[in-house]
């Protein structure tokens, strides 16, 4: 949602495929069946499907991988310089015949490197570099840019190393263009990687609710047994009449599988909730995987998800007391006997609110993919302005209430903390996400290969890693060449995806790309799920659909 957040560039991974190794041959395992849930619709279909343009299916394509020893040394006095540069030689330590410095503060300055890889790989790009401010420096691959790091402040050269990126064998520029004065630039070096991600997908599919629905370990089964075998394609829906879902099939001719969206609290009326209870019922019906989010408004009277917007504390709602397993009754007691705050009184209203929503979707027999407290690492949100501290709490009482004292079985848990400082309990999740948006970027996918590398490299491989929100679509073939294949992606509404006239935007994924994900054997869509699924149910999304213009 906030295009400034990203994590940090850390190590990336891969696996050596065969020269354009195509995927359509890969053995996709049997999905769970899925029941015909008594759900009457929403609306009646008012019109006929538009046919939309067809494509073929694309294998998984990149070059042949040959690992090979390197450690080549390119001194920053031989590259192309860019902004009035100049070789200076007043520091110690320094490599060659001396270093670069007199960076624009603009960051119009760069030192553009000629790069000699000799072989198809992933390589360390490191750089040596010295600063008396912690600048941002922006690293481009032949013109297109692939890292932002920020220099040590210290004033001596630091080795700044980026992992696992990778070269195509042959003449290739790396350009680094710091954005701030007193930049020192000594040298880049190239070196083969070693500490890429190894192994295969390996998961546990045992849900953290060990008393969950059949239906919903059916799905983590699922989910489990195809990571690594394919993305599983996803998109958000801003309203129930799933206009962004519709645009999708009309320009690639294919539907997400996943379904996302957000549930709330309603303040004033409930009807909003009720819609999109059904909308979520009405796409699980109609064999698709429904995912919701909870963006939480404060139970404050200046209500807001945003921290500068509302007035509340989480701090201060924080408590010894064992309340998740205690009545309303119980809890309104310990109250009016001021043993706990106002604030953590309010904060039992709201989840036990949202538990109604939820016994409504366990109700319908619908399991759904339950993401609560995005980016639980920002201190853009309440819920994580006060800490990792007060977020791990938050987290465990909101689990313990609905999965225990509210025995809501039809919640797989996606814990999206984006750090691991605020990594919670691994007992009490069973995916973890990350949203991952880029600043003024587009087709910026084939860069989402550090997150996952980070993130493996935090939590280990027994969970499943996926894409909860991101503002362009994984690039599925470097995906496949990094081994970082994600268990699904969310692709976020609004500018993301749909302009002011509700045509497809080009700002942030181009059409060629969006087609080529839903097209490709490393892909999976909703056509294709419903058939592993056996769903026999003759309507499609776009019967059901009252959009009916066609995206240019």
């Not at 309603?266 to 698709?288: I, K, Q, T």
């Not at 993919?369 to 800490?387: H, M, T, V």
Request: with cysteine; net charge negative; proline share 4%.
């Amino acid at each position: 949602m906030n295009l400034s957040r990203l994590i940090a560039v850390t190590a990336a991974s891969a696996i050596a495929f065969s020269s354009l190794g195509g995927c359509s041959g890969k053995n996709k395992k049997k999905a769970p069946p899925v029941p015909v849930i008594e759900v009457e619709p929403t609306t009646e279909p008012t019109t006929e499907p538009i046919p939309a343009e067809t494509f073929p299916q694309e294998p998984v394509t990149y070059p042949e991988i040959e690992q090979k020893d390197t450690g080549t040394l390119y001194e920053a006095e031989n590259a192309v310089f860019k902004g009035g540069l100049s070789v200076e030689y007043d520091k110690d330590n320094y490599s060659g015949e001396g270093y670069v410095s007199g960076f624009p503060e603009s960051g119009k300055g760069s030192l553009t490197f000629n790069i000699n890889a000799p072989s198809n790989q992933h390589y360390d790009i490191s750089f040596n570099i010295a600063a008396e401010n912690d600048a941002p420096c922006n690293v481009s691959l032949n013109g297109v840019r692939i890292a932002s790091f920020r220099a040590d402040a210290s004033g001596k050269f630091t080795q700044v190393t980026l992992r696992g990126v990778f070269l195509v064998k042959g003449l290739s520029t790396i350009e680094i263009a710091p954005e701030g004065k007193k930049v020192c630039i000594d040298y880049l070096k190239l070196t083969n990687n070693t500490s890429l991600r190894e192994g295969g997908y390996t998961a546990e599919n045992t849900l953290a609710n060990k008393n969950s629905a059949e239906n919903t370990e059916e799905l983590m089964n699922f989910l489990t047994e195809n990571y690594g075998e394919y993305i599983i394609t996803g998109q958000y829906a801003s309203s129930p009449d799933n206009s962004e879902l519709d645009l999708i099939y009309r320009n690639t001719g294919k539907y997400p599988v996943i379904r996302f969206s957000n549930l709330s609290v309603s303040r004033d009326s409930f009807d909003n909730s009720f819609m999109e209870l059904d909308a979520v019922s009405e796409w699980y019906r109609n064999g698709g995987i429904s995912c919701v989010s909870w963006y939480w408004s404060s139970p404050s009277a200046k209500s807001s998800v945003n921290t500068s917007d509302c007035d509340f504390s989480l701090r201060n709602a924080v408590t010894d007391e064992n309340i998740a397993l205690l009545s309303q009754e119980e809890i309104r007691s310990l109250y009016g006997s001021g043993i706990i705050s106002k604030e953590c009184y309010s904060l039992i209203l709201d989840i036990d609110s949202m538990a109604g929503q939820l016994t409504s979707l366990r109700n319908r027999g619908i399991p759904v993919l339950w993401r609560p407290l995005p980016e639980g690492s920002g201190s853009w949100y309440w819920w994580g302005a006060d800490g990792p501290d007060a977020y791990k709490w938050l987290w465990n009482l909101l689990y313990k209430r609905l999965a225990e004292y509210f025995e809501l079985d039809n919640l797989i848990w996606i814990w999206n903390g984006q750090s691991k400082d605020f990594l919670v309990d691994k007992s009490t999740f069973d995916i973890a996400a990350l949203d991952l948006y880029m600043d003024g970027e587009k087709d910026y996918g084939a860069r989402f290969y550090e997150h996952f590398a980070a993130v493996n490299k935090f939590l280990g491989s027994d969970k499943l890693i996926a894409i909860s929100e991101c503002g362009s679509v994984p690039d599925v073939d470097s995906s496949f060449r990094d081994n970082t294949v994600w268990s699904f992606f969310g692709l976020w509404h609004g500018e993301y995806v749909q302009d002011e006239n509700g045509s497809l935007s080009e700002e942030f994924t181009s059409r060629e790309n969006l087609i080529h994900v839903y097209n490709s054997d490393g892909s999976l869509t909703l056509d294709e799920y419903r058939q592993m699924c056996g769903f026999t149910d003759k309507k499609s999304p776009a019967e059901t659909s009252e959009n009916t213009e066609v995206s240019e």
